[in-house]
């Protein structure tokens, strides 16, 4: 970043700025820099304009708790209304995409896919031990026969055998090396093999960003972390083959961090913060949405990043070039937001 509040703000972990050392950012242009973890993996789909940031984006919900703001972006309701926790924004997505078929790749359905639309979930991390084996499934399929809830149990084991046997030969080329099952490379891998041969709205939960204590700057803790995540997008994207063209993925955290250090070489709950927006037919390549200087006059709270591209308006803007959708279908999404067309797609 080529802010001199930035570098003095982080003295011990600030990112350098770029220059000819492997440890400096990766410029993105004259005021923005990439996270050199990020170097093999998403950089090079950012040169080929297959990945783009929103800087200053992020929630109004202002409550810097993990819970409440994840609650407040999965839902995707106005703060100020009487929130309806069987309705997430995907869901609400789905019901409006014609013929979509979602998927949630978790361990239990998330708040984001709750709704009218009957949402399948597998953790594909844990598919190779399922907690339930096929003479428990058996019994627990007996015990709901004759009620309501049979044909939703039935569907449900239906749904876990077709992705095991869907997954069986790439998890056993796996095991003999085929590829990292660090972090969440494998499991972006899988998610891939699913998505373009059957699923059309996918969510998947990646953690372990809560940096308080040794955040790190160019190594460390954080870095790691980013190799992780930018290595399973990269094997995606690869995974993903022909449909990548037709595919568009979106990184958002509930919200950023501070934007001084802490006094234990980390950064605390924050609130606005960067979106990845990645895609074979991205319009990428650039740092989209509304900017300011980032300087102490521009701190939000004299503390954190500004949200200046507010997500719900901001993936409304995308929803309706990936999906056609027109004014009436986006409000179904989300009530009352004026779609933001950044004009990614």
Do not use: C
Request: aromatic content about 8%; overall charge negative; glycine content about 10%.
């Amino acid at each position: 970043m080529a802010s001199d509040f930035y570098q003095a703000s982080r003295p011990e972990i600030a990112i350098r700025r770029p220059d000819a050392a492997p440890d400096s950012a990766l410029a993105l242009d004259a005021e923005w820099g990439l996270h050199p973890a990020l170097r093999e993996t998403v950089y090079p789909l950012y040169q080929k304009g297959e990945a783009s940031f929103i800087a200053f984006a992020g929630t109004d919900d202002l409550s810097r708790s993990h819970f409440e703001s994840q609650d407040s972006i999965e839902l995707g309701q106005p703060l100020d209304s009487r929130r309806d926790f069987r309705s997430g924004f995907l869901n609400r997505l789905a019901a409006v995409v014609n013929g979509a078929q979602p998927m949630a790749f978790t361990d239990r359905l998330p708040l984001v896919l709750q709704g009218t639309v009957q949402v399948p979930n597998a953790a594909l991390a844990s598919l190779a031990k399922p907690a339930v084996d096929p003479r428990q499934s058996a019994i627990i399929a007996a015990m709901y026969r004759g009620t309501p809830l049979a044909g939703n149990v039935a569907s449900g084991f239906a749904l876990r055998d077709e992705v095991n046997r869907e997954l069986g030969a790439e998890m056993q080329a796996a095991s003999r090396g085929a590829i990292s099952s660090k972090g969440f490379e494998l499991e972006a891998h899988r998610v891939a093999l699913l998505m373009k041969e059957r699923f059309d709205i996918g969510f998947v939960d990646v953690g372990g960003w809560d940096t308080h204590v040794n955040q790190g700057g160019a190594e460390g803790y954080l870095a790691n972390r980013l190799d992780e995540l930018g290595r399973g997008i990269a094997a995606f994207a690869q995974a993903m083959g022909p449909a990548w063209r037709d595919t568009t993925v979106v990184v958002a955290s509930e919200f950023g961090r501070t934007f001084r250090q802490n006094g234990n070489r980390g950064t605390d709950h924050g609130h606005g913060t960067v979106y990845w927006v990645l895609g074979g037919s991205l319009r990428g390549g650039r740092v989209a949405g509304e900017q300011v200087p980032v300087d102490a006059a521009n701190l939000f709270q004299n503390r954190d990043y500004p949200v200046l591209n507010e997500y719900r308006g901001v993936l409304a803007g995308l929803f309706a070039r990936q999906f056609g959708l027109n004014g009436a279908q986006l409000q179904r999404v989300f009530a009352g937001v004026a779609p933001r067309d950044l004009q990614l797609l």
